[in-house]
């Protein structure tokens, strides 16, 4: 059984064993405050009535006179609309001289009843009864006593019992506990709902935790966890520290192989210019082999310096202190920086910028990748070409920024694996290649700021030449 599933089942059980009792409990108080005031009412209409029953010095009720005012008062009850009492009368023995519900009680013993009992004992007599003609009811009973005065004191000579059947209250109790019930109901699902709500709140920075170590697992490049539960935010932490330092090891290793394996292609060019420099030559064939020196050392130190950058922006898992700034720096920087090489080679850089277009990130990691972009176009361009930088407006408030050449393109074959580490095409005239680092780092930087990349060639607009858009 799953861990949301089990707090959910403890959540779900946990609440319906509490609903069951305070159910059971509802009801048992609303019967008990029924009961009280049933039988508060029945006390007052028993002392009322215990006064119209006349008692002569010997001790003699006179029922039939009781009668007679009984069916009066009766009249009168139906014509109010009011609730309808049954009553009887007993003697100092217990034995019914009257009863409103039936002549054949009239002569019964009911010196044993808990009413006539306590009563005549001068104790507050009360009892419930089963009501034998409507099943699953009670009858309630309250009596009061018959005194008269004597030379003693009052003295009690019967018993007058007012009787509600309890028909009458289980209709009103029935409803306002099936009202609670509804209530009571809507609660527990509200309960269910809140306690659903509460395992999806704690389980789901598990599942965001699972997800990041599963993209750990497969290589890629998780996204950092910022969870809203601080003591599983501090797990997540761990985790993070724990891949940390687990992959900064693999990442020397990484880099050192591939450093090891880059640089000895050029570093063996060197060596071998520089030998056959010592031995004598021409000045056209030194030249030759001092010019393929300066080449080779620039690779390499392009090597490194990409090397580099691409183990920086691998490291991060987000941008550490992401600001505002304008696109147009950013373009204004790499013409300043790379105004000398683009007129050396007769190309022209035209900005298609609006003033005002800011983005949202590292300001020096769009440079670089902007850059390299150049840079690439620039290998790829013909004299005397001209290579555009172009930023639009997307509906969804980010931007679309294209980097076009007039070169020569990519080939179908090689679009899919532009961006793969290493992966370089030959340069048009030199048959040089590149690292195969730059648009590999261009891609990080870009996914680093949440944003995608593409390439289209050849453009569409001129059947030649490279497109690279950046969304962002």
């Not at 509804?182 to 809140?194: E, P, R, S």
């Not at 965001?208 to 932490?237: S, W």
Request: one cysteine or more; glycine letters at 6%; hydrophobic letters at 40%.
């Amino acid at each position: 059984m799953s861990f949301r599933r089990r707090i959910f089942l403890t959540f779900f059980i946990s609440l319906f064993l509490q609903s069951v009792v305070a159910a059971f409990w509802v009801r048992n108080e609303l019967r008990e405050k029924y009961a009280y005031l049933i039988e508060a009412n029945l006390k007052k209409a028993a002392d009322s009535l215990s006064y119209l029953v006349e008692v002569d010095p010997t001790g003699h009720i006179n029922s039939e006179k009781f009668r007679l005012g009984w069916e009066r008062y009766r009249t009168k009850m139906i014509e109010l609309d009011e609730s309808l009492y049954e009553v009887y009368i007993t003697n100092r023995e217990g034995t019914v001289l009257f009863s409103s519900r039936s002549a054949l009680e009239i002569g019964k013993d009911y010196s044993k009843w808990n009413d006539v009992y306590k009563t005549m004992r001068g104790k507050y007599g009360t009892r419930t009864t089963k009501n034998p003609d409507i099943p699953f009811t009670s009858d309630y009973y309250v009596a009061a006593p018959i005194s008269v005065n004597g030379p003693n004191g009052p003295r009690i000579e019967g018993v007058l019992s007012v009787i509600e059947p309890n028909v009458q209250v289980n209709p009103m109790l029935l409803s306002t506990i099936k009202q609670i019930s509804i209530g009571l109901g809507i609660i527990g699902l509200a309960m269910i709902l809140l306690s659903f709500s509460t395992v999806i709140w704690i389980t789901n920075p598990l599942d965001q935790i699972q997800n990041y170590c599963l993209d750990v697992a497969n290589g890629k490049k998780p996204r950092p966890l910022r969870l809203n539960v601080p003591e599983i935010q501090n797990l997540a932490n761990s985790f993070s520290k724990m891949r940390e330092a687990l992959e900064g090891k693999k990442h020397v290793e990484k880099y050192t192989q591939l450093l090891t394996h880059e640089m000895k292609s050029p570093l063996s060019s060197i060596l071998a210019s520089s030998e056959l420099c010592l031995h004598p030559l021409s000045d056209e064939e030194k030249n030759r082999f001092l010019l393929n020196i300066v080449t080779e050392t620039k690779r390499s130190l392009g090597l490194l310096e990409n090397l580099l950058s691409l183990a920086r922006v691998e490291s991060l898992e987000a941008l550490r202190e992401p600001k505002k700034f304008l696109l147009h720096d950013v373009i204004d920087r790499i013409q300043k920086d790379m105004g000398f090489v683009l007129q050396s080679k007769d190309l022209t850089l035209v900005a298609e910028v609006e003033a005002n277009v800011r983005l949202h990130g590292d300001f020096e990691l769009v440079y670089l990748a902007l850059r390299n972009l150049v840079e690439n176009a620039m290998d790829f361009s013909s004299q005397g070409g001209k290579i555009f930088i172009r930023a639009t407006a997307n509906e969804d408030g980010s931007f679309a920024i294209r980097v076009l050449d007039e070169g020569s393109g990519i080939p179908d074959f090689a679009l899919a694996r532009v961006f793969d580490r290493f992966y370089s095409l030959e340069r048009p005239g030199t048959r040089r290649k590149g690292s195969g680092l730059g648009l590999n780092l261009v891609k990080e930087i870009v996914e680093l700021h949440n944003g995608k990349i593409h390439v289209v060639s050849p453009r569409p607009d001129i059947n030649k030449g490279t497109e690279v858009v950046i969304q962002i």
